[in-house]
């Protein structure tokens, strides 16, 4: 496991651990990187209509497209610590 894998995981860990939700634009860019960096370009049918929600953490991860899985990893490392320390919202 390399160091940036040791972040990644710690900073999964850490983002249960905030002192206070963050806002929905910043839920979604933590999973979409997350997905991004987990299982790499966006995969499967985008979700129709109806699911509102479904089709916003689709376009989210699909917006990553191309971006390597360790950018992705150092990036939700980044965002993860800038919540911890209060710097996003």
Do not use: C
Not at 54 to 60: E, H, R
């Amino acid at each position: 496991m390399t160091d940036l894998d040791t972040q990644f995981t710690q900073a999964q860990e850490d983002v249960k651990q905030l002192p206070e939700r963050p806002g929905n634009l910043t839920l979604l860019r933590l999973y979409a990187l997350f997905k991004q960096a987990s299982e790499g370009d966006v995969h499967g049918d985008k979700p129709g209509f109806a699911d509102i929600v479904g089709k916003y953490k689709y376009d989210a991860w699909a917006a990553l497209k191309g971006t390597a899985q360790d950018a992705a990893k150092q990036q939700y490392v980044e965002l993860v610590e800038s919540l911890r320390s209060g710097a996003s919202a």
